[in-house]
């Protein structure tokens, strides 16, 4: 982007941002005011200097009621106050509406992560009573990869969320994700001693008592952005 463009750039959003202000809505109806008030002028002129004070009292002062001039200037005063308004509605609805494409894209996003790091996760908790297989050290390796994918995200995006909570919530679904992770890299180096004396099954059942809290907590975490998207 050259200089000419980006001053530009920077002009327009100056100006948009100047139009957004509620001090613009304010100046439209000025305008119509200061309209009306020149257009109506001419009869009430007419009544206070002709009718009241030359024909009923004799009193002439001289005064010249202004003509069609006045009912042409006061018209498009309020032609342009109406033409402003519109320009503000049409301005603050533009950009009422790319701020909530905006965050629907995030949220999107994160949501997508959320999804594949709770499934990645979930999957592993069915590995524990097998034999070691590649596949064991496949998917923790793919639940650790989507765990760092996620993290990463929430992090670079913190700034964005319209929820402190959400991020904290997001923070404590990838600390019990770890806690899970961990577990089952214990378990594949248990699986591979020829003679282990560890209770698989009793790391099955702590595995899915894991799991179900991180499913808890991805229901939170959906119900958050649920309520965020509904403006409560």
């Given at each position: 982007m050259n200089k000419t463009t980006e001053i530009w750039n920077i002009t327009v959003e100056a100006v948009l941002?100047?139009?957004r202000r509620p001090f613009s809505n304010f100046v439209t109806r000025i305008l119509l005011f200061?309209?009306?008030a020149v257009f109506i002028s001419p009869p009430i002129e007419d009544l206070i200097f002709n009718a009241v004070l030359r024909d009923w009292l004799g009193i002439d002062l001289g005064i010249e009621v202004p003509g069609t001039e006045a009912y042409a200037f006061g018209t498009a005063l309020m032609l342009i106050g109406a033409i402003h308004n519109i320009v503000f509605v049409y301005l603050m609805s533009a950009h009422d509406l790319a701020q909530k494409k905006t965050k629907n894209l995030v949220y999107k996003e994160m949501w997508i992560r959320i999804d594949t790091l709770v499934d990645d996760i979930a999957r592993l908790g069915n590995?524990?009573?097998t034999v070691?297989?590649?596949?064991d050290d496949?998917?923790?390796t793919k639940a650790e990869s989507s765990y760092l994918n996620y993290v990463t995200f929430l992090r670079e995006n913190r700034p964005f969320?319209?929820?402190?909570k959400l991020y904290k919530y997001g923070m404590d679904l990838a600390e019990l994700s770890v806690l899970e992770m961990r577990a089952f890299r214990a378990c594949i180096s248990e699986?591979?001693?020829p003679n282990s004396s560890w209770d698989f099954n009793l790391a099955q059942k702590t595995a899915n008592v894991q799991i179900e809290l991180i499913l808890n907590k991805y229901d939170v975490l959906c119900q958050e952005i649920r309520q965020i998207q509904l403006g409560i």
């Open positions: 941002r100047f139009l200061s309209g009306a590995l524990y009573l070691y297989a590649d596949r496949e998917m923790v969320f319209f929820s402190e699986k591979n001693k």
